[in-house]
Structures are given as C-alpha cells and as structure tokens.
Nanobody, 121 residues
Framework: VQLQASGGGLAQAGGSLRLSCAASGRTFRNYVMGWFRQAPGKEREFVAVIDWSGGVTGYADSVKGRFSISRDNAKNTVYLQMNSLKPEDTAVYYC???????????????WGQGTQVTVSS
C-alpha cells in the first residue's frame, strides 16, 4: 500500500487549500482514513478522520467548522478541504490508513510522505 499526499503550499491567513491523498491497491474502500499534522518541534496531532463509506467523520476541535474531510472510493482518494486557514495551521500534513475510527496515530499502519502547508499572517 502506498499513500501519496499532495496539494500543500503557501496560503494567506483566511485562505483555502485542498489536500489530496491517493492510495494504491484495491482495498482502499475497506479502510478508515485520517489526516494528521506535525509542526516543527511538536508532536504529530490528529486533524480529521473518515470511515470507509464517507458517512462518518471526526475532527479535532482546532479545525472543526473550518476543515472538511471527504473521500472518493472510486478514485482511491481522500481529501482535506481547509478553509479559513490560520498561521497555526502551518505544518506538514500526513494521510494515513487505519482499520477502525481512531484519533491515535499509533494505530494507523500506513502513512503518506507528507505535504507542507504554510499559512502566512
């Protein structure tokens, strides 16, 4: 299984970015997918999670109402729409796969390489 994250870049505060994570293999639709982020000097933290069907989602309090996770199982892709960006959203963003809904990064078995998001004030 390979996860390829993309879509990061530089945005101004209040702006938007859309991250994508493309997965290889035929079993993508069977797994929960999550987004995490890691800022310099900080631990990796949970951002959002989505169940296999796309019908159940969860968000960190810090992004609730601003970020939206979705998936397209036909395209083996999970997305993270980020709106109303803040400088504190600056981090490397990672997508990852899990067998059940969780906010604990240690329970995710496959990770993408990460994509940098930088938000300027």
């Amino acid at each position: 299984v390979q996860l390829q994250a993309s879509g990061g870049g530089l945005a101004q505060a209040g702006g938007s970015l859309r991250l994508s994570c493309a997965a290889s293999g035929r079993t993508f639709r069977n797994y929960v997918m999550g987004w995490f982020r890691q800022a310099p000097g900080k631990e990796r933290e949970f951002v959002a999670v989505i169940d296999w069907s796309g019908g159940v989602t969860g968000y960190a309090d810090s992004v609730k109402g601003r970020f939206s996770i979705s998936r397209d199982n036909a395209k083996n892709t999970v997305y993270l729409q980020m709106n109303s960006l803040k400088p504190e959203d600056t981090a490397v963003y990672y997508c990852a796969r899990c067998t059940f809904m969780s906010r604990d990064p240690s329970l995710y078995d496959y990770w993408g390489q990460g994509t940098q998001v930088t938000v300027s004030s």
